[in-house]
């Protein structure tokens, strides 16, 4: 069979993680939209099932499908996501591959086919977002070191009060533990940010975000996978020095935003895509928790979002 993007090796597979531990609501809310939505394209539905020890913790999961065929692959709960989809593209027989994290809801009729018509032979990964929110620029604003964020938050007063509300009041997460406490709180704090200074490329960080992306399976394995046992490890890979984005474009391949609208972004476009935290992410194919959180977000939080994502060229939306 020959498939959209012009490779061969049968039907693409659209892999969906599902994590045990997680609420199965969230399960539930993906097939919903999995259902309402014609992906447009023939394809193999592959469960990722991560972390399930016993038949009977799988249960709940598979008594769901009510009929829907679905291949299953069973991996251990070690590492991020982005180890599970690894280990994943060792075991798939076809040519690409659509991961789709635990959070992901489908929102528009022929979104598979659109994220696969892009996979050209000079593209090598295609999202349904990408960012170009930069770490390293972050801990310079919060050092107080001139940067990209400098002119983009000059009420250092609002961003301070909007980051706060963004990570829940104090941004400690009601963590009582002695690090949590002054002064190593801000020795925790400072050693973050170094971290974020030297693992981290400055704004416009350009990364396609792994909620929803599409790759050959090939490309995957040629891929540099550091073990991940931290979640800084997790956010360096996907948006870090040595990202899955930049090793893509290290192999001489481009990296895709797609939208519904049918179009195909370059990195230098993202901000004109309207899928992540901008606008009222119109154009968006899948949904995840962090698109969300924009959507629910009143217009102050969005504006911070946004602004962080995508600086001077931020476009938040009011909220209807």
């Given at each position: 069979?020959?498939?959209?993007?012009?490779?061969?090796?049968?039907?693409?597979?659209?892999?969906?993680?599902?994590?045990?531990?997680?609420?199965?609501?969230?399960?539930?809310?993906?097939?919903?939209?999995?259902?309402?939505?014609?992906?447009?394209?023939?394809?193999?539905?592959?469960?990722?099932?991560?972390?399930?020890?016993?038949?009977?913790?799988?249960?709940?999961?598979?008594?769901?499908?009510?009929?829907?065929?679905?291949?299953?692959?069973?991996?251990?709960?070690?590492?991020?996501?982005?180890?599970?989809?690894?280990?994943?593209?060792?075991?798939?027989?076809?040519?690409?591959?659509?991961?789709?994290?635990?959070?992901?809801?489908?929102l528009a009729p022929g979104w598979l086919?659109?994220?696969?018509?892009?996979?050209?032979?000079?593209?090598?990964?295609?999202?349904?977002?990408?960012?170009?929110?930069?770490?390293?620029?972050?801990?310079?604003?919060?050092?107080?070191?001139?940067?990209?964020?400098?002119?983009?938050?000059?009420?250092?007063?609002?961003?301070?009060?909007?980051?706060?509300?963004?990570?829940?009041?104090?941004?400690?997460?009601?963590?009582?533990?002695?690090?949590?406490?002054?002064?190593?709180?801000?020795?925790?704090?400072?050693?973050?940010?170094?971290?974020?200074?030297?693992?981290?490329?400055?704004?416009?960080?350009?990364?396609?975000?792994?909620?929803?992306?599409?790759?050959?399976?090939?490309?995957?394995?040629?891929?540099?996978?550091?073990?991940?046992?931290?979640?800084?490890?997790?956010?360096?890979?996907?948006?870090?020095?040595?990202?899955?984005?930049?090793?893509?474009?290290?192999?001489?391949?481009?990296?895709?935003?797609?939208?519904?609208?049918?179009?195909?972004?370059?990195?230098?476009?993202?901000?004109?895509?309207?899928?992540?935290?901008?606008?009222?992410?119109?154009?968006?194919?899948?949904?995840d928790n962090q698109t969300e959180r924009?959507?629910?977000?009143?217009?102050?939080?969005?504006?911070?979002?946004?602004?962080?994502?995508?600086?001077?060229?931020?476009?938040?939306?009011?909220?209807?």
């Amino acid at each position: 069979m020959v498939l959209a993007n012009g490779g061969t090796g049968g039907p693409p597979c659209v892999v969906h993680l599902v994590r045990h531990g997680n609420p199965v609501a969230s399960f539930e809310r993906f097939l919903e939209s999995y259902r309402a939505h014609d992906a447009g394209l023939e394809h193999r539905f592959v469960l990722l099932c991560k972390g399930f020890a016993t038949k009977d913790q799988l249960a709940p999961i598979l008594e769901r499908l009510d009929g829907l065929h679905a291949e299953r692959i069973e991996v251990a709960d070690d590492g991020f996501d982005l180890t599970a989809y690894r280990r994943t593209a060792a075991q798939l027989d076809g040519a690409v591959a659509c991961y789709l994290n635990s959070n992901s809801v489908v929102l528009a009729p022929g979104w598979l086919e659109r994220l696969v018509r892009a996979l050209t032979p000079a593209v090598g990964m295609v999202g349904a977002t990408g960012s170009w929110n930069s770490a390293h620029s972050s801990a310079l604003y919060v050092f107080r070191v001139p940067g990209a964020y400098t002119r983009v938050f000059p009420d250092r007063a609002w961003h301070r009060t909007q980051s706060r509300r963004l990570h829940g009041g104090s941004g400690e997460g009601g963590d009582s533990s002695l690090w949590s406490q002054p002064p190593l709180r801000y020795l925790r704090t400072a050693a973050i940010l170094g971290c974020h200074l030297v693992l981290f490329r400055p704004f416009p960080a350009f990364h396609v975000r792994t909620n929803a992306f599409v790759i050959r399976s090939d490309t995957m394995l040629r891929l540099r996978f550091p073990v991940l046992r931290t979640k800084m490890r997790a956010w360096r890979l996907e948006s870090g020095r040595g990202a899955i984005t930049e090793q893509v474009r290290g192999m001489g391949l481009e990296t895709l935003v797609a939208g519904r609208d049918g179009l195909n972004y370059r990195p230098a476009e993202w901000a004109a895509s309207d899928t992540l935290w901008q606008g009222e992410q119109g154009n968006l194919l899948v949904a995840d928790n962090q698109t969300e959180r924009y959507r629910l977000a009143d217009l102050e939080m969005r504006t911070l979002l946004s602004k962080v994502a995508w600086g001077l060229e931020a476009r938040p939306a009011t909220p209807s």
